[in-house]
């Protein structure tokens, strides 16, 4: 893939710019399994015991599966939802957005409850039952959805907003965000001030997500690659090893390993790459 391809990271007040020209070798991620689900799949989540949520695209069941891709869990949802789009989880309860709705399913009492609608979300990151985070780019913001379903504008700005993926940074109590109008990826912190950007010329992503490292995963355009960028603005370019290539739809982190969704209704599980 030859690119010309121009980053601009501004950390913590420090700008650095980052020319990378030619060819971008792609890299190849070590394959340690795969699960090809039998139900189709919109969405994956990583639950808070490091097992793996899958939204089915009939909107009615969740399934959970094991680190090692083992089947643990089903989960019978008591009504269906339409055109369900992403999934999410805390101690208490599992998050699920729709084409046009927001829901949160309890963990305990088995009961679904419409939190919040009239968004159309393409992202979420949740830091706790009082604070979950939706990408709303149709309306140019984010908005902060708390326990009792009150939903505030955390970012919004017309002119230069348009955001889809999201992820929380525990570590620093930031949350990450694909700007698409703006052609970067920029962290906020929690009262919404931006603490850095990293801007990305020619290039769009929608699924974004972290390491224990605090390295940054985006799924290529196309799906068939993961950039990952780490702290010192390094870029690195992956793709599945021999016979383990993928078109990817989603992307989570474990501790150890990065997990993709791919079309073929996949589950594959890499290695973090050191």
Do not use: H
């Amino acid at each position: 893939m030859k690119r010309f391809l121009l980053a601009t990271i501004l950390l913590f007040a420090c700008y650095k710019t980052y020319e990378i020209k030619n060819q971008i070798p792609g890299l190849n991620l070590s394959l340690v399994d795969s699960l090809r689900l039998s139900n189709p799949v919109s969405a994956m989540g990583l639950d808070t015991d490091e097992g793996i949520l899958f939204l089915e695209v009939s909107g009615a069941r969740i399934l959970k599966v094991s680190s090692n891709l083992m089947v643990i869990d089903s989960i019978s949802l008591p009504e269906k939802i339409f055109y369900p789009k992403g999934i999410s989880a805390d101690e208490f309860f599992i998050y699920i957005y729709s084409d046009n709705n927001f829901y949160r399913f309890d963990r305990k009492n088995k009961t679904l409850k419409s939190v919040f609608s009239g968004i159309k979300p393409r992202g979420m990151a949740v830091v706790n039952t009082n604070e979950v985070y939706l990408s709303d780019p149709q309306n140019n913001r984010i908005v902060v959805v708390d326990a009792t379903g009150l939903a505030k504008d955390f970012i919004k700005q017309p002119d230069k907003f348009e955001p889809t993926g999201l992820a929380y940074d525990a570590k620093n109590g930031t949350i990450w965000v694909i700007n698409n109008r703006n052609q970067a990826i920029e962290s906020y912190n929690r009262i919404g001030n931006l603490k850095a950007s990293i801007s990305i010329f020619n290039f769009s992503f929608d699924e974004i997500g972290l390491d224990n490292n605090n390295s940054i995963y985006l799924i290529g355009k196309n799906g068939t690659s993961v950039w990952r960028i780490d702290r010192k603005g390094e870029f690195r370019l992956y793709q599945g090893g021999k016979g383990s290539g993928f078109v990817a739809t989603d992307i989570i982190l474990s501790k150890e390993l990065i997990c993709i969704l791919d079309y073929e209704n996949r589950i594959l599980s890499y290695k973090i790459p050191q």
